[in-house]
């Protein structure tokens, strides 16, 4: 019954890749987030959809495209993956008036 | 730019109750504060908000004074599992913007 889950947990890959990391909320929220946390552990917000449309947009290159079939997924597309984008990337989910819930992160890995 | 100010870090005694305090003096009259807690890398996790009067959930008390321009989170009896960077964040909208928080270590 976990609120916020996050597929996958681990992902390593190549330079160069297109990968992708699905998360789904069970909550009934209708905002989803993306944050992303690097090595120096600050926690920035990369991405917000309210009912599947895009209200924040964090000045993330367009190799991020976040695609929200149904308000309650959100996932993340990276393409051409460089090695800064080596980090933990956390997905949440809230409303305006309810507190976020996070995921368990994804860990991603650039060879 | 940071609107919340809070110690780099602290210890706690385990079983005493931890204190962790945090100024926001450019707190507006609609921001909320919230409290999260991220433990070795998992998600961060709400612990509590409030807009003005003091909040008690099962995991801790907030304390906000009159003026709004500080407040403090009690953990009534602070365990190991307690050990945690803690974030004190201002917010009107829900849009949480974390700092680098409090690294809180329970020490036996």
């Known amino acids: 019954d976990t609120a916020v889950s996050q597929t996958p947990k681990y992902l390593v890959t190549q330079m160069g890749n297109d990968k992708s990391i699905k998360c789904e909320q069970n909550?009934?929220?209708?905002?989803m987030y993306w944050y992303k946390q690097d090595s120096k552990k600050f926690l920035k917000i990369m991405f917000s959809?309210?009912?599947?449309?895009?209200?924040i947009n964090e000045t993330v290159p367009n190799r991020f495209s976040p695609k929200s079939p149904d308000k309650a997924h959100l996932n993340l597309h990276i393409n051409s993956l460089e090695l800064g984008d080596s980090a933990v990337y956390f997905c949440?989910?809230?409303?305006?008036?309810?507190?976020?819930?996070f995921g368990d992160g994804t860990r991603l890995s650039i060879l | 730019d940071a609107k919340t100010t809070q110690p780099p870090s602290m210890d706690c005694a385990e079983g005493r109750a931890a204190n962790l305090p945090c100024n926001h003096s450019?707190?507006?009259?609609?921001?909320?504060v919230y409290w999260y807690r991220q433990i070795h890398s998992q998600g961060p996790q709400y612990i509590i908000h409030?807009?003005?009067n003091n909040e008690t959930n099962e995991m801790a008390s907030l304390i906000i004074t009159e003026d709004r321009k500080s407040s403090t989170l009690i953990l009534p009896h602070a365990t190991l599992r307690d050990t945690a960077v803690y974030y004190c964040i201002v917010s009107g909208n829900n849009r949480l913007a974390f700092g680098k928080g409090n690294q809180v270590v329970v020490i036996p």
């Open positions: 409030g807009l003005k």
């Open positions: 949440a989910s809230g409303t305006v008036d309810q507190p976020q819930h």
């Open positions: 959809y309210n009912n599947k449309e895009l209200i």
């Open positions: 450019t707190i507006s009259g609609n921001e909320y």
């Open positions: 909550l009934g929220h209708d905002t």
